[in-house]
């Protein structure tokens, strides 16, 4: 059974990459809906509540950038780890995506790997962060 | 008026009073309020107000007349007059005036007795008035003397501001004299050294020596003059351009007798000239010396000395100018600037530099560079600025001129290579999806082996056409010079195997055979930088199978270990091309010929991104052909053979990829990320590194890495608290593994940082299996699917 906790949202204007992915990941286990451009994008990450999204810079209308700051505008309580996709790995794009909430990016083409790795790094959680630092470890 | 005391002046006095055997004689000057005594006899004061001068009274005669006072007692002019009625008891007074040629009294040569006279002689008259005519002769002679004193130092202060010195050879005795300025140009003190014409000669460059001497020659010979150019060598050994005018001095025989002239340090102006020339031939016009306009400028803007060189600069003549402040031929937008260099050297600054334009008679603007200088006057306050004017239009043109050409050429680059990224970017989505594709139906079970092969070559093609997109962007990297080489032990020879494999389906196709020519002496690891090694081959070797339509393609490698060069030829037996065209081959943008790129497809960059990479490596790249005996492409690059390889890259398996991940190494011993970063590239990482905690925090702020390797113990911030704030902080990378890397941590140790939140533990000395598989461990990169998900394959 697939479960609310395995929704991803790839939003990707070429169909070739938005399908590859979804395959990718549904072979892979994860529950992968898409959206064709940036509107649709906004408007089904509001509606599904996805627990990731993967989302393509370069789009028209809309595109990567103008997706993450209207979320943020729009629906702040839903904050969805995001993955982006450039072309080009330009590091001015990476930084301004980092700004706008986005944890990791990918450069096409990607391998399997590559994707895979990234997505569960999406999933990655954390409960545990030291406040105080021991003695005894900094004595190592 | 008090100029300095005259000794011939003071003997005529003494004299006047001699001749007319009185005790007191005088040369008096005089002003609106005082009468001063340039030079007095029997005397003790040395001025006198007016109200009280006898010579006051002379004044008001014609122009070189003489006033006779036989006794001041019965004269209603003087009878109350101090010096008449006090102890000084004056009775008799003859005074002559001084007159100058515009007809101007000045003062007197008087003689004064305490004894009243009964008349003086005609005799007595004219010697006196002789007399007086020699005070004027004297004192004009010593007007003109401290006005020349004057202008030598002015001369000296332009000669030192524009680096201009003056010389004299004395024929007869060969004896050169050499003004201060030359002396500091040659490097030598004028206290020790007194040069001849020998020492003088010796200075030059060894080569120029018999240029100088010819000239001499020639001179001595004819009486003509010369204008050279030549370099001298100073005593500190540094070189310089020097340009010297000789002019020649005929004596009463008819003969040179001398020979003097200007002697210049044209170092700066020599270098800047061949700067200039290798930018443009036009200006040429720079070899003329450059000549200066010099001008005395009084503290309230006035300029009683301008050089006549003015003409040239603005059209004016110096005497035009004379009336006007130097301010009203400064360009208009200048003027404030100039005020306030003026203001601030008439408050004491001694030196100011200014580039401004100046307005010529004809109203055109002229670039100028003005350097003034502060003169004090003997109470050391300011007195006058001289101003040496340099004409600097032609540079000014120049600096324009180059500042559009180099906007120009970045406009053109940046929208070049603005193009080129997007293009790349264009060709990345299809390029995803034709690999993605053909990844995911490779993994179909039960795929017949016939479209397994099929699906093979839709990957290497697609590989192909991503290396072209990415030498796009190397172009346009290429072209901006941010291409960075970077070395690690490669097994060149499988290198070049597996770039020869490549193309085999291309080969096989076309009845080609494909050969790898390897010399025992390229059987090593060498230090290279394989990505731009493989991609150098795999243009040339492309090259080749696409222009060879039957026969053979070789790749021979040899290292040659003498010169340390590791020499890479591709031979084929296509059509060859001439050897003219085969020069431009290596051109950027260039086509040999427009139909061949149509019939064969290519950007036609390949060869110049080849010449670029090779010669960014440090090597050389070429080929020889020769139409209808094939091309034999060449390269070679600097190397050495590396001894000891480091632990082979762990083989990655399947579909596990460690490709693209993305590794921070945060360690404050560059040798430590240098280890890091050589056994993280070979397995494809990208690496990024932080030398201390808090870089560590800065980097981790603003990009997302896959995994970070934390060294504990650090300068500024330890990695314990780097990686509490990095796991507390709301970031890419707040829930990313961070491993510790340290050098001495035992089992329990290992235990206590995992539980303070390291995710895993990597032991210095730097192990590269330990490392690797510590990242896989870490990262989701090993595995082909998320662990807490299973594999669902």
Known sequence: MLTDALKILIADDDAGVRDLVRTRLRIAGYDPHTAKNGREAVERAVKLRPAAMILDINMPELDGFGVLSELQDKAPDIQVPTLVLTGRQSSDDVRMAVALGARGYLTKPFTEAQLLARVAGLFRRRNIVPTIVHEDIIEI | MDTPSDPAIDRIVGLAADIMDAPMAMVSLIDDEREWFKARVGVEVDTVPRSQSFCAFALTLEAHGVMVVLDATLDPRFRDNPFVVGDLGVRFYMGALLSDRAGNNLGTLCVVDTLPRAGVTDAEISRLKALAAIVVDELDRAVIHRGLAEHRRLLGMAASMSGVGHWRLDVATGHVLWSDEIYRIHGVDPESFDPMLDDAVSFYHPEDRPILQA??????????????????????????????????????????????????????????????????????????????????????????????????????????????????????????????????????????????????????????????????????????????????????????????????????????????????????????????????????????????????????????????????????????????????????????????????????????????????????????????????????????????ARGEVTLAIEHDPETGRLSVSVTDTGDGISEDKAQLLFRRFSQIDGSMTRHHGGTGLGLAICKGLVEAMGGEIGVTSRPGEGSRFWFWIPTSVVTSTPAAPVPVGRQVSYGGVRVLVVDDHASNRELARLFLVGIGAEITEAVDGEAACARAAEWPFDVILMDLRMPVMDGFEALRQIRSRVGPNDTVPILAFTADSGADDGAKLLEFGFDDVVSKPIDASQLISAIARATDFAADLPGFLGNAN
């Open chain 2, 215 to 548: 000239q001499l020659a020639k001179a001595l010979a004819t009486g003509e003059g010369y204008e050279i150019q030549l370099r001298v060598q100073r005593t500190d050994g540094a070189m310089r351009n020097v340009a010297a005018r000789a002019t020649c001095e005929i004596g009463t025989d008819g003969r040179v007798s001398a020979l003097f002239g200007v002697f210049q340090d044209v170092t700066d102006q020599v270098t800047a000239l061949r700067d200039t020339e290798r930018s443009r031939a036009r200006y040429k016009v720079l070899t003329e010396m450059v000549s200066d306009v010099i001008a005395r400028i009084q503290l309230d803007g006035t300029s009683p000395y301008i050089s006549p060189r003015i003409k040239t600069l603005l059209g004016y003549e110096p005497h035009e100018m004379a009336g006007h402040r130097a301010f009203h031929f400064v360009a208009e937008h200048d003027r404030p600037a100039m005020l306030g260099a003026f203001r601030a050297m008439a408050e004491g600054q001694e030196e100011a530099r200014l580039q401004h334009q100046v307005v010529h008679r004809d109203g055109h603007l002229i670039w100028v560079e003005t350097r003034l200088r502060l003169v004090r006057d003997p109470e050391g306050q300011p007195s006058y600025i001289v101003a040496v004017i340099r004409d600097i239009s032609i540079q000014k043109a120049l600096e324009d001129d180059l500042t559009l050409a180099r906007e120009a050429a970045e406009a053109s680059a940046m929208v070049k290579s603005e193009f080129l990224a997007n293009m790349s970017h264009e060709l990345r989505t299809p390029l995803t999806s034709i690999i993605g594709f053909a990844g995911l139906t490779r993994s179909q079970p039960d795929l017949p082996a016939i479209a397994r092969d099929y699906v093979d070559r839709v990957e290497h093609a697609s590989r192909a056409l991503l290396c072209t997109v990415n030498d796009l962007l190397d172009f346009s990297k290429l072209e901006a010079g941010q291409v960075a080489i970077r070395t690690e032990p490669c097994a060149i020879a499988d290198l070049c195997q597996a770039t020869l494999d490549l193309f085999a389906p291309q080969a096989g196709s076309r009845d080609i055979r494909l050969r790898l020519d390897a010399h025992p002496s390229a059987a090593h690891h060498f230090l290279v930088d394989p990505d731009r090694v493989r991609q150098v081959l795999l243009n040339l070797v492309g090259n080749a199978v696409k222009f060879t």
